[in-house]
């Protein structure tokens, strides 16, 4: 890489890339419990935090030379932590991810055992096109 300044010039643009990533997921699980006004706050509140993390994140790391080689890396800042930065997604990611595997759950049907259940969330055995093709693109991103 060479410049390793370049990574705190580039990294004002990740406020704004991780929370963008997640808004379109927040908004599905609202749109699974739209009836649910609790559910729709939990969530709001869970993207906020997120970006109220992440609007951190260009002041906490800067660029350094790995060595004497060209490439570059990125460490933290002297007294900052880095806790919150990685958690909050964290979390944020695993509700998501619980939330709408539940709601499909859910849809497709109604009165189920915890164990049939919780088969159902990870494998989507039975569940109707539209609804297996959801869990497995929630099951994408969280991996």
Same mark, same amino acid.
């Not at 497709?108 to 055992?113: D, I, L, R, V």
């Not at 569940?127 to 497995?136: A, D, E, P, T």
């Given at each position: 890489?060479?410049?390793?300044?370049?990574?705190?010039?580039?990294?004002?643009?990740?406020?704004?890339?991780?929370?963008?990533?997640?808004?379109?997921?927040?908004?599905?699980?609202?749109?699974?419990?739209?009836?649910?006004?609790?559910?729709?706050?939990?969530?709001?509140?869970?993207?906020?935090?997120?970006?109220? !993390?992440?609007?951190?994140? =260009?002041? /906490?790391?800067?660029?350094?030379?790995? &060595?004497? $080689?060209?490439?570059?890396g990125?460490?933290?800042?002297?007294?900052?932590?880095?806790? !919150?930065?990685?958690?909050? =997604?964290? /979390?944020?990611?695993?509700?998501?991810? &619980?939330? $709408?595997?539940?709601?499909?759950?859910?849809?497709?049907?109604?009165?189920?055992?915890?164990?049939?259940?919780?088969?159902l969330? /990870?494998?989507?055995?039975?569940?109707?096109?539209?609804?297996?093709?959801?869990?497995?693109?929630?099951?994408?991103?969280?991996?």
């Open positions: 890489m060479g410049d390793c300044d370049l990574l705190r010039r580039i990294s004002p643009i990740f406020p704004f890339t991780l929370p963008l990533t997640i808004l379109p997921l927040t908004v599905r699980v609202c749109c699974l419990y739209n009836a649910n006004k609790y559910v729709i706050t939990v969530f709001s509140f869970l993207w906020l935090t997120v970006l109220s !993390a992440c609007i951190g994140m =260009p002041f /906490v790391f800067i660029g350094y030379r790995i &060595g004497h $080689t060209q490439y570059c990125l460490k933290m800042a002297p007294g900052f932590i880095m806790d !919150a930065h990685a958690i909050c =997604p964290l /979390v944020n990611d695993i509700m998501i991810f &619980g939330a $709408t595997s539940w709601a499909l759950m859910g849809f497709s049907y109604p009165k189920m055992s915890f164990g049939r259940g919780l088969k969330m /990870v494998f989507g055995k039975h569940l109707c096109v539209l609804s297996k093709s959801m869990l497995r693109d929630g099951q994408a991103y969280f991996l």
